[in-house]
């Protein structure tokens, strides 16, 4: 082949490179390499790189099952039921699709892990499917031009027993990778792993920890199709800290972790808690309710790595500031550390937390309540974990419509930028029906708690306009004192779906 034909030859494959898509990239790519191997390109500049749209994907989103008792599938225990080790619990699993711009959204099902699912009516511009189901559920829905916009939202309030408390835990997408930051395994405490796969393959998983002293011992499971799987960690290992990797081959799975802790007989509240952010040396974990006399507040970081961090906590609450005492903070290589967030004073923040080494973690709050009738010199109280995120430009959230679980509902906003920005916040009603947009700006590096936002009887908010962090602190009073439950938000699965594709000489 000559040289002018070579050049023709490059220029034609150029022109298709720029408008192949999908299997065309596979043929392109198979069509390069064999003119590779005809005829190594003599020396030339490379061709731009062309853009291939690979189109946009269907949502899905599982819910995590319901909290149960460290005992029966996955558990050894027997309890005497004289102590009311149980308690009846009130469950509501929603899930949400909401149309772009208040249109119709795109085709949505939802069902139990493992069944076909039934297709979601739409109501104006919300799909929106709820369940009493212990089990968990599986949301799908389908794209349009675009990614659907879609949350989900599992939760259960306990108003008696060892696992009294409000949990509060978004529904998640299946991934081949997740960590987990949160629980512990000391006596009278539990933390239950759960992992669906929600695929038709099999799928191997391999679950590796770290303690307050060193990696835990990994294990591995085998999931079939459409199967959800529990594992004490208890019976594994006995810690007061933990954080988890979960890494799937063969498919995707979801993780979540139920903790539950008492103080002798005395519940100390339930949690589920969801995926974290991947370690990295720029953590970001909030907005919570910072809290007073009647609760405390902790950080949780994970090193996963070979060497020790060196870390620094910035809380972003009325403006930055480092948190007393955490300027030159050490977390030792294969080690969870717990940081005290106490006597911040804002009324709710976020964490900016800066690393020489990747980690990843979560914040936990307590609420303390009344003592105990079992044991009145104990007090009873709830938790709740909020994980690590990247900021989100658009997000969703799921509520449910009728209040019966939750009393409030507060929405939290953090701008991590050094300039001031302003978001759109929207509510949609059971009937589909679009709230009045109301903006609120956030100052640079603070965290803004809106009010009056007519959060009540809307089973989503929608936020937008700027990259921020957010998050729902719901709360359930009780005679013997406040039950807490903290949402992040779910961020759009819309991006721009393509990868470029660079052509040129080796």
Avoid at 225 to 245: F, K, N, Q, W
Avoid at 246 to 258: D, H, K, M, N, Y
Avoid at 399 to 413: F, I, R, Y
Wanted: hydrophobic share 40%.
């Amino acid at each position: 082949m000559s040289d002018s034909s070579a050049s023709r030859v490059r220029q034609v494959l150029s022109g298709v490179g720029r408008v192949l898509t999908g299997a065309g990239v596979l043929a392109l790519a198979g069509g390069l390499v064999a003119a590779a191997t005809l005829r190594p390109p003599a020396e030339s500049p490379g061709l731009e790189p062309a853009q291939i749209d690979v189109g946009a994907a269907p949502v899905t989103l599982v819910c995590p099952p319901v909290p149960l008792l460290p005992t029966g599938d996955g558990g050894d225990l027997d309890y005497d039921e004289q102590f009311e080790t149980g308690g009846e619990s009130e469950l509501a699993d929603v899930g949400v699709v909401l149309g772009r711009d208040g249109q119709e959204p795109a085709t949505a099902s939802a069902g139990e892990l493992g069944s076909a699912g039934s297709e979601i009516p739409a109501a104006g511009s919300v799909r929106l499917v709820e369940s009493e189901s212990p089990e968990p559920l599986l949301l799908q829905a389908q794209p349009s031009e675009q990614a659907a916009l879609a949350a989900g939202l599992s939760l259960a309030r306990t108003g008696a027993g060892d696992l009294r408390g409000l949990t509060a835990a978004s529904c998640t997408s299946p991934a081949s990778s997740a960590w987990l930051v949160g629980g512990q395994t000391e006596p009278g405490s539990s933390s239950r792993l759960t992992l669906t796969n929600p695929g038709q393959t099999p799928v191997t998983v391999t679950v590796r920890g770290w303690g307050s002293v060193g990696a835990v011992e990994p294990f591995t499971s085998a999931i079939a199709p459409g199967d959800v799987t529990s594992v004490l960690l208890e019976a594994l290992t006995l810690e007061s800290r933990l954080g988890l990797h979960i890494a799937a081959e063969g498919g995707r799975v979801t993780a979540s972790l139920q903790e539950t802790v008492l103080d002798g007989l005395v519940s100390q509240g339930s949690a589920v808690i969801g995926p974290a952010a991947d370690p990295a040396t720029e953590l970001y974990v909030g907005p919570f309710p910072v809290v007073d006399e009647s609760g405390t507040a902790m950080l949780r970081l994970v090193n996963p790595g070979q060497e020790t961090a060196e870390v620094t906590i910035e809380v972003l609450g009325e403006g930055a500031s480092t948190l007393p005492g955490a300027e030159a903070l050490v977390v030792e290589a294969g080690t969870a550390s717990d940081i005290a967030l106490d006597g911040i004073d804002a009324g709710a923040a976020s964490v900016r937390v800066t690393s020489d080494q990747p980690v990843t973690g979560a914040v936990r709050i307590k609420r303390e309540g009344a003592p105990s009738e079992l044991d009145p010199d104990r007090t009873l109280s709830d938790r709740a974990w909020l994980p690590a995120a990247e900021p989100s430009e658009h997000g969703l959230f799921a509520l449910p419509a009728d209040d019966a679980l939750v009393d409030e509902a507060a929405l939290a906003l953090t701008n991590p930028g050094e300039q001031d920005r302003t978001v759109t916040v929207r509510t949609v009603d059971p009937e589909g029906a679009r709230g009045e947009p109301v903006e609120v700006r956030i100052p640079a590096l603070s965290t803004s708690s809106p009010e009056d936002l007519g959060l009540a009887g809307a089973v989503a908010v929608e936020i937008s306009g700027a990259p921020v962090l957010a998050s729902l602190t719901l709360s359930a009073g009780t005679e013997e004192g406040t039950l807490i439950g903290l949402v992040p938000i779910t961020p759009d699965a819309h991006s721009d779906q393509s990868v470029a594709v660079h052509v040129g000489a080796s």
